[in-house]
């Protein structure tokens, strides 16, 4: 159950973090057994943009995410 927890947390904290840059999550997931979050990775909802992207990794607090977090746009 632990674990479990940790993991919605992880995933609800990576959640938070892409609302408060700004950006929609309709189509952002986060992988926990990667530990990564995919943009625009649903190819029939709206999409971000390369430079939406950019901001919000030039502007994203590692200090609130999972230790080790990547970020990647389809």
């Known amino acids: 159950r632990t674990f479990r927890r940790k993991k919605d947390a992880e995933e609800l904290s990576c959640g938070f973090e892409v609302i408060d840059s700004g950006l929609s999550v309709d189509n952002v997931i986060y992988y926990d057994h ?41």
């Open 34 to 74: 990667t530990n990564k979050v995919v943009f625009n990775w649903l190819d029939y909802k709206d999409k971000i943009s390369q430079g939406d992207f950019v901001d919000f990794l030039n502007n994203v607090d590692y200090s609130k995410l999972p230790e080790g977090i990547t970020f990647e746009i389809k």
